[in-house]
């Protein structure tokens, strides 16, 4: 068993580590500030090649495997956590779809410019109504037969959609029918930004990840070509189900890279703050803080990349992606918080970092599915049973 990382992928984190730190930390502060999505430093993003790294050459993407994209975002979200979600949301959830069921045409046309980092993707799951159970879509898609081949008209609403806004290409997903059990029929469709009857409504304001767009999406007759459904009519929530199980791996090293963050500020600031004549950091009190935190991290990054591995395996990495997913999110929960009581009053204030990662860490828990969501899901295969 070889558990050190190949020369490639030790390559590839510690160049996007030098630039995160050197050519992007400096910007972050003014983009939270101002809540400002920072479009000019995706777009260099996509120069380089991070935004489609788990995607074949011939898809637009970088040709490597899942173990280097989990590293990027933790990379990434180690020193700004709006950034990694913008990428993970891109990635898993934009591309991801397109990569899994898109057919030759549809991969060219939407998911090469996307993957190349050229156009932004996002992906329209959630609704009101509709969080963790998607089966409680309202979105609902008719087809219309016209000379042309036909098209799928969409009415209704998403909301919480990251890159909303900015994206390029949305893939969303929308009820076509009922089935025989009368559940929802659930199918996928590509919807080009600019698409008559497309629109974005506002930009939720976060507890955290400020400069990340989070919004609402509204369809009003939106036509779409018939080619532009992806998949087969009713095979939406399937794909959906194989894009949340990569996603969860994503968000996992999002978590992973935030709770790494929040420990780089808190051991510098234990070893030179001085109480009582002596560093904070001899006091057992800090001590044991920063020895459960390294501890926790370490035990997050052997799952993360165990599930990354089993993926580019093609192994079953359903179940451990839920398990990374569920422990690396609250692992960075507990870390940020650690870091804000290491620092103490400065914790507490924009001047140091540390509460920027206790406010960014939070949606790991939520997203791609709740910590409830990923425990139902584990349990689920544990037992084989039908847990509610």
């Not at 140091?352 to 709740?370: M, Q, S």
Request: glycine share 14%.
């Amino acid at each position: 068993m070889d558990l050190d990382l190949s020369t490639e992928h030790a390559l590839l984190r510690s160049t996007i580590r030098d630039y995160m730190l050197a050519e992007v930390a400096p910007a972050i502060e003014e983009h939270e500030r101002e809540r400002r999505f920072p479009a000019e430093i995706v777009r260099r993003l996509g120069e380089m090649g991070w935004l489609g790294i788990p995607f074949p050459e011939d898809e637009g993407g970088a040709g490597l495997d899942t173990l280097a994209y989990a590293i990027a975002v933790e990379e990434i979200s180690r020193v700004w956590g709006s950034l990694g979600i913008i990428v993970a949301a891109h990635t898993s959830l934009g591309c991801g779809p397109l990569h899994v069921a898109g057919t030759p045409e549809q991969k060219q046309r939407f998911l090469v410019p996307m993957a190349g980092g050229r156009v932004i993707g996002a992906y329209g799951l959630t609704e009101p109504g509709a969080g963790s159970d998607a089966g409680g879509t309202r979105t609902t898609a008719r087809f219309e037969d016209g000379p042309d081949g036909g098209s799928w008209v969409l009415d209704g609403g998403k909301r919480f959609i990251t890159n909303a806004g900015q994206a390029g290409t949305y893939v969303i997903t929308a009820r076509t029918g009922s089935k025989a059990d009368g559940s929802a029929e659930i199918s996928a469709f590509i919807v080009p930004a600019d698409t008559p009857g497309f629109r974005v409504g506002r930009l939720e304001d976060k507890l955290g990840l400020h400069a990340s767009a989070t919004g609402e999406l509204f369809f009003d007759g939106c036509r779409v070509p018939a080619g532009n459904l992806l998949g087969a009519q009713g095979e939406g929530f399937r794909t959906f189900l194989k894009i949340l199980d990569g996603g969860r791996i994503s968000i996992a090293a999002m978590a992973l890279g935030i709770a790494q963050g929040a420990l780089d500020a808190a051991i510098p600031y234990s070893q030179t703050r001085e109480q009582f004549g002596r560093p904070i950091g001899s006091f057992q009190g800090v001590a044991f803080m920063i020895a459960d935190m390294a501890t926790e991290i370490e035990a997050a990054r052997a799952m993360v990349y165990r599930a990354a591995w089993l993926k580019d395996q093609g192994r079953d990495y359903g179940v451990a992606a839920a398990q990374a997913k569920l422990f690396a999110s609250e692992v960075s929960s507990r870390a940020t918080n650690a870091a804000v009581q290491i620092h103490g009053g400065y914790g507490y204030v924009t001047d140091y970092p540390v509460e920027r990662y206790l406010r960014d860490a939070k949606l790991t828990e939520i997203g791609e599915g709740t910590s409830q969501v990923q425990r139902l899901v584990i349990a689920r295969r544990i037992l084989g049973l039908r847990i509610i």
